[in-house]
Nanobody, 113 residues
Framework: VPFVESGGGLAQPGDSLRLSCVVS??????MGWFRQAPGKERESVAI????????AYLDSVKGRFTISRNNAKNTLFLQMNSLKSDDTAVYYC?????????WGQGTQVTVSS
């Protein structure tokens, strides 16, 4: 069952957005946020292990983005601060490594002044 992402939208440079992703109830795995900008390949933005004790980030988002999860609510989050135009993309959540059947529609994030 595809995951369902939400929380995207139009933001100005420097703004914040918080993305959410509802995952399948029985997914007990490392998770991640991925993004795909127009004309570019999809890339991993942030990953988190099941307990939330370990995270890793794309260099360009370190210090600005924070990944977290609430396993009791089967939800994954991505807090995005100090947004830049380069962050414009469709954002997806998936397991890490990603599984084909879990790709959802994604949520569009557009950063523009």
């Amino acid at each position: 069952v595809p995951f369902v992402e939400s929380g995207g939208g139009l933001a100005q440079p420097g703004d914040s957005l918080r993305l959410s992703c509802v995952v399948s109830k029985d997914v007990v795995l490392d998770m991640g946020w991925f993004r795909q900008a127009p004309g570019k390949e999809r890339e991993s933005v942030a990953i988190i292990n099941y307990t939330g004790s370990r995270t890793a980030y794309l260099d360009s988002v370190k210090g600005r983005f924070t990944i977290s999860r609430n396993n009791a609510k089967n939800t994954l989050f991505l807090q995005m601060n100090s947004l830049k135009s380069d962050d414009t993309a469709v954002y997806y959540c998936n397991t890490n490594p990603p599984r084909a059947g879990f790709w959802g529609q994604g949520t569009q994030v557009t950063v523009s002044s």
